[in-house]
């Protein structure tokens, strides 16, 4: 019933800049939060970005000043502005948003099937 896709993924060099993109469709009733994790080959899943639905925002040490999360509520679209891109922010970048389905308390976190970011030359 719901579907997150991505786009705006793929090879930029270093120092460049990408927007990613993530839009949550289907039978969506109230999204608490949506952001983006990724992954290195090797390493961790770890948290990029987040936003809730109050606008509040997460970032990762490793990204703050050169990468800003935001969201279109009307769309149910969250975007990640990249820029000033590193080496080691080669990953695959996976969108999530964590959504309530009345009477159920507890938010369900959905993810997108992820999208190939490499930085390099």
């Known amino acids: 019933q719901v579907q997150l896709v991505e786009s705006g993924g793929g090879l930029v060099q270093p120092g460049g800049s990408l927007r990613l993109s993530c839009a949550a469709s289907?039978?969506?009733?109230?999204?608490?939060?949506m952001g983006w994790y990724r992954q290195a080959p090797g390493k961790q899943r770890e948290l990029v970005a987040g936003?809730?639905?109050?606008?509040?925002?997460d970032y990762a040490g490793s990204v703050k000043g050169r990468f800003t999360i935001s969201r279109d509520n009307a769309k149910n679209t969250v975007y990640l502005q990249m820029n000033s891109l590193k080496p080691e922010a080669t990953a695959v970048y996976s969108c999530?948003?964590?959504?309530?389905?009345?009477?159920?308390?507890?938010?369900?976190?959905?993810w997108g099937q992820g999208t190939q970011v490499p930085v390099s030359s």
């Open positions: 936003i809730t639905s109050g606008g509040s925002t």
């Open positions: 289907g039978s969506i009733f109230s999204i608490v939060a």
């Open positions: 999530h948003a964590d959504l309530l389905f009345p009477p159920l308390a507890r938010a369900h976190r959905y």
